[in-house]
């Protein structure tokens, strides 16, 4: 039984494209991130929604847009990709919208953008 | 912004042998997690270990914190193959950590050699 699971695994698309990867907790948690690991293995916090309601949006171009459309499910949204996209990018949950709680992570989605 | 970094960046023993890596932070925190990450998966939690504690084990880790000099430790004894991943240790944004999110640093990459 998949925990946290995101689809594509591996999504290449070409400069200015618009796409999208989802994910699905099974969990029952209350709340979901969205982190981006680049090159250097650095990952970085960029959305966290508690019962679907948006509590941190990062410093993100707002090119990137979350939808949650139930507290299972966290998709991340992309217009106009740039080459500085490309990157994995995490899908984690955890039971609550506080920091004693460990993060469950889904297996990531590498991104490259052409 | 970053607030733990972890040390080394990487290092590589032979199996059987201990592995050591240290965190570094800047601000007080609540609780400090360490978390493995294989080649091309996702983040897994490892042990969490909360400001009023100076020690915690769990199987073959030892976790210790240190909250006069801002550090801790993850000890890996008897150490195996299958250990080897990049390591990271993740605590509360500064200010805490009421929106749920964790703060990451680098992370030590760890090869164990048969």
């Known amino acids: 039984d998949t925990a946290v699971s995101q689809t594509p695994k591996y999504l290449v698309t070409q400069m200015g494209n618009d796409k999208s990867i989802k994910c699905e907790q099974n969990?029952?948690?209350?709340?979901m991130y969205w982190y981006k690991q680049d090159s250097k293995k650095f990952l970085k916090i960029m959305f966290s929604?508690?019962?679907?309601?948006?509590?941190i949006n990062e410093t993100v171009p707002n090119r990137f847009s979350p939808k949650s459309p139930d507290k299972a499910h966290l998709n991340l949204h992309i217009n106009s990709l740039e080459l500085g996209d490309s990157a994995v990018y995490f899908c984690?949950?955890?039971?609550?919208?506080?920091?004693?709680?460990?993060?469950?992570f889904g297996p990531g989605t590498r991104l490259t953008v052409l | 912004s970053q607030q733990g970094e972890e040390d080394p960046q990487a290092l590589s023993i032979q199996e059987g042998e201990n592995a050591t890596m240290n965190c570094s932070y800047k601000?007080?925190?609540?609780?400090l997690q360490w978390y493995r990450q294989n080649s091309g998966r996702g983040l897994v939690h490892l042990i969490l270990?909360?400001?009023?504690?100076r020690e915690k084990h769990s199987g073959r880790l030892r976790v210790t914190l240190d909250t006069s000099k801002k550090s801790s430790s993850l000890l890996i004894t008897a150490s195996r193959a299958a250990d080897t991943a990049s390591y990271f240790c993740?605590?509360?944004?500064?200010?805490?950590?009421?929106?749920?999110?964790?703060?990451f640093g680098k992370g030590t990459k760890l090869s164990v050699k048969p």
């Open positions: 984690a949950s955890s039971p609550r919208d506080y920091s004693y709680n460990e993060q469950f």
């Open positions: 969990l029952g948690h209350d709340t």
């Open positions: 929604y508690n019962n679907k309601e948006l509590i």
């Open positions: 601000t007080s925190i609540n609780n």
């Open positions: 270990i909360r400001s009023n504690e």
């Open positions: 993740a605590t509360p944004p500064p200010g805490g950590g009421s929106q749920g999110n964790l703060i």
